[in-house]
């Protein structure tokens, strides 16, 4: 009986299926080294020495994105620091790996779901939208409906992996962030791009955009992030902001959206979805209150990236062909928002003057009117595409 008892103990703290066969047989000291010393065999702080006995090369994850913030980091030192040389500390402390656990540890030793890594992929950061996950507004009356690790979310559509069940994993290998890799497929290892479709027919489209430029439903877009320091704690009850790990600290912002992406060139020269990353403005409360500066412009950067909202379908032409506004080329006579009357800074979130893409760039206005000239083939096209859409009415009126 007693040894029964004592199976059925060891049996419950067994990690899940997958990993419990995968780690079957292995004593202890198997990842703790009996005598030599992991009382946490899956920390940074000893590139997971118990774990990469086995998953070698592994360790190398700490080296990258998920383990390191040099990037991060490099953005504060050029923005926020300059004002506030503990902005980090304050702010940015509390993401990017601890260790093997922190993926892998959700329920036993197991593959990360995707709730694993949404822990840490949320809000405004990429792995919430593939969800069908958008940030709401900074505002407490806006903090409603389904709460998930303790953050409220607009819902849109998710993406079509994922209502297809496709774990992130899927598409990023453990082999892949280990080497430094964003992914381990790209979207043309599974799909082969059909003829039937009228983009997929044009070479410009095929040789020179993203497949996600197109198949990005829409995307988060936080234009003006704004940090407001409280040196006393008593001003913060004029705001109804929604709290950030710092008590110095609250978050806001001057407008966010849910819409397609505007678009630039990435790195590999190829159009692709930018985001604003951050148009950063600082405001010392007490000081603004003595009549100082407030809202000071810090950075206006983009990046280049992939929104993890992939649907069948796209914009129509004149979505990319007739709209300047998406490649940060907005007509004066367009804008809606007049930010220097606002004290802001710029001439408009969606002008490239003053901005800039940090991992790639815009795309030139130059560039754009070659894009957007009415050519006989253009007009071809755009009015077979109209054919296909007066081709496919339905009737509303169903019995």
């Known amino acids: 009986m007693r040894w029964m ?30 005598g030599g010393g992991y009382s946490d065999p899956a920390s940074r702080l000893n590139r997971a020495g118990g774990c990469a006995v086995c998953h070698q090369g592994h360790e190398r994850i700490f080296d990258h994105a998920m383990g390191q913030r040099s990037g991060e980091e490099q953005f504060v030192q050029r923005s926020y620091a300059r004002f506030d040389s503990g902005f980090w500390e304050k702010n940015c402390n509390s993401c990017h790996l601890k260790g093997c656990l922190d993926c892998h540890g959700e329920k ?42 303790g953050e409220t979310f607009l819902k849109m559509l998710p993406d079509v992996h994922y209502s297809a069940g496709m774990t992130c994993g899927a598409c990023h290998s453990m082999k892949s962030l280990a080497e430094g890799q964003k992914s381990s497929k790209g979207c043309r290892d599974c799909h082969k791009p059909s003829q039937k479709p009228l983009e997929h ?34 001003m913060k009850e004029d705001f109804d902001l929604t709290p950030t790990s710092s008590a110095e600290y609250l978050r806001s912002a001057y407008l966010k959206k849910q819409d397609a992406p505007p678009l630039g060139i990435n790195a590999a020269g190829r159009i692709s979805p930018i985001r604003p990353m951050f148009i950063a403005y600082y405001t010392d409360i007490m000081t603004a209150r003595n009549n100082g500066p407030e809202n000071t412009l810090l950075a206006a950067e983009w990046r280049a990236y992939f929104p993890h909202t992939i649907r069948r379908g796209s914009v129509t032409c004149e979505g990319c062909h007739d709209n300047p506004t998406r490649f940060l080329l907005e007509p004066e006579s367009r804008r809606i928002y007049n930010l220097k009357k606002d004290g802001l800074g710029l001439e408009s979130f969606w002008s490239q003057k003053e901005q800039r893409v940090s991992n790639g760039s815009f795309m030139d206005a130059a560039r754009y009117l070659r894009m957007s000239s009415k050519s006989p083939a253009y007009t071809k096209a755009y009015v077979e595409k109209w054919k296909t859409f007066l081709n496919h009415v339905e009737n509303s009126s169903r019995p």
Not at 131 to 140: H, I, K, L, T
Not at 216 to 221: C, E, H, I, K, N
């Open 201 to 234: 027919r044009i070479a410009a489209h095929m040789e020179r955009l993203e497949c996600y430029a197109c198949h990005s439903a829409w995307a988060p877009q936080e234009y003006g992030t704004f940090y407001l320091r409280f040196r006393d704690q008593r």
């Open 5 to 34: 008892i004592l199976f059925i103990v060891g049996f419950c703290l067994l990690p899940e299926p997958d990993a419990m066969a995968a780690h079957t047989g292995l004593v202890c000291s198997s990842c703790h080294r009996q």
């Open 108 to 149: 036993g030793l197991a593959k990360p779901t995707v709730a694993a890594c949404q822990r840490c992929h949320t809000g405004y950061f990429t792995g919430w939208d593939y969800s069908g996950r958008a940030p709401r507004e900074d505002n407490m009356r806006y903090q409603r409906g389904i709460a998930v690790n």
